[in-house]
């Protein structure tokens, strides 16, 4: 299909680890982002990482990339509250000769004390 | 550095009126994307401007539209809006249009209800 997909919801407790899940499409996509919003707010960049990288790692967040199966992850360390927000994952697409962005309908994280 | 500003923040409007929203980007950027937001489709690719030019368009019907200002500010049209236009538009800058790797600001975006 042409969708990215990703679980539409993920509950944790503070200090637990948060893994969320993406799978993509275009195997010719060269950068994969993941993107926050919360309530109210646009959609901030968390990170991104090039395809031929299999990890990346900053700070609290890692990105892990299988090219194979056409997966991402992001794993957030020591979850806390304020992390509870919508997690967008999104592909890079040629389209007409530019690359555009298509993302995923989100992951919501809700993060209880 | 002031992020990319949308207005307004809220419209109500009712079927077969047309809207107009604003986006000016970060200084400095140079193109502007606008996306629609919906519970049911997600997050889905209208335009992208740069240059006064645009450069890239995704499927929605000709009753959306957009240009860009000299100064990169830029404006989408609704015209006959419908009930399923009930959305947050999404604008996004970056310094140069559809490079890989080129990282998209958003703004906060406009939550468009049409009764």
């Known amino acids: 299909g042409e969708d990215v997909e990703q679980s539409l919801f993920l509950s944790v407790r503070e200090g637990d680890s948060s893994v969320i899940n993406c799978t993509y499409t275009d195997s010719s996509s060269t950068y994969l982002y993941w993107y926050k919003q919360e309530p109210g707010a646009g959609l901030q960049l968390l990170t991104y990482?090039?395809?031929?990288?299999d990890m990346k790692q900053d700070q609290r967040l890692t990105v892990l990339l299988n090219k194979k199966d056409k997966h991402l992850s992001l794993r957030i360390a020591d979850t806390q509250t304020g992390d509870s927000a919508i997690y967008f994952c999104a592909e890079s697409r040629l389209n007409s000769g530019y690359s555009t962005l298509t993302f995923g309908k989100g992951t919501m994280l809700l993060v209880s004390p | 550095k002031a992020g990319v500003t949308q207005t307004p923040r809220y419209l109500i409007k009712t079927r077969g009126q047309q809207v107009t929203l604003s986006c000016s980007p970060i200084?400095?950027?140079?193109?502007v994307s606008w996306y629609q937001q919906t519970p049911g489709q997600g997050l889905q690719f209208l335009f992208e401007y740069f240059s006064e030019t645009q450069r890239n368009k995704g499927n929605f019907p000709g009753r959306f539209s957009g240009r860009q200002f000299s100064n990169s500010r830029s404006e989408m049209n609704v015209s006959t809006l419908e009930l399923g236009d009930s959305a947050l538009y999404l604008c996004?800058?970056?310094?140069?249009?559809?490079?890989?790797?080129?990282?998209?600001?958003f703004g906060s975006g406009t939550q468009l209800s049409v009764l």
């Open positions: 996004a800058s970056s310094r140069a249009p559809g490079q890989d790797g080129e990282k998209l600001f």
């Open positions: 200084s400095g950027h140079r193109s």
């Open positions: 990482i090039f395809s031929n990288m």
